[in-house]
C-alpha cells in the first residue's frame, strides 16, 4: 500500500462518519418531532456547526488535537443518538467505525498535524494585495 494510502482511507472515512452524523440529527430530529421539516432544520444546523467550528477551513476551528477530540466526541454522540432513538445495530455499526478513525488518527497524528497546518497556511492570502500594496 502506498505511503499516502492510508491516510487517504482515513480521510474517506471521516467524510462519511460526518454524512453519519448528519443523518443521525436527522432521523433523530424526524422520530421526535415526526416532522420531515424538524428533520431538514437539524441537518441543516449540524452542517452549518460543523462548517463553522471542524471544517477544513473554519474560521473558528480548534488546534489540532482538540478538533480530532471534538469531532469524536460529535460522532460518539451521533452514536447515542441512533440507539436511543432505537437503532442499536446501526449505532454498532457507527460505533465500531468511530473506533477505526480513533485508532487511525492516533496512528496517523502526525502526518494529519502537518496536512492542517499545510492547510491553514495555503489558506492564508498572499502576494501583492496581502501586502497590502
Do not use: C, N
Amino acid at each position: 500500500m502506498p505511503d499516502t494510502a492510508g491516510p487517504a482511507l482515513h480521510a474517506v472515512l471521516l467524510f462519511l462518519l460526518e454524512l453519519g452524523l448528519l443523518g443521525a440529527a436527522g432521523f433523530w430530529a424526524l422520530t421526535v418531532f415526526s416532522s420531515p421539516w424538524a428533520a431538514v432544520v437539524a441537518v441543516i444546523v449540524v452542517a452549518a456547526g460543523w462548517g463553522l467550528l471542524l471544517s477544513p477551513k473554519a474560521p473558528a476551528r480548534p488546534p489540532w488535537p482538540w478538533h480530532a477530540v471534538a469531532a469524536h466526541v460529535l460522532f460518539i454522540l451521533g452514536a447515542v443518538v441512533l440507539f436511543a432513538v432505537g437503532q442499536p445495530l446501526i449505532a454498532a455499526v457507527y460505533l465500531a467505525l468511530i473506533l477505526v478513525s480513533v485508532a487511525l488518527t492516533v496512528v496517523y497524528r502526525d502526518r494529519v498535524g502537518r496536512a492542517v497546518e499545510q492547510i491553514h497556511e495555503s489558506a492564508a492570502p498572499s502576494g501583492r494585495r496581502a501586502a497590502g500594496r
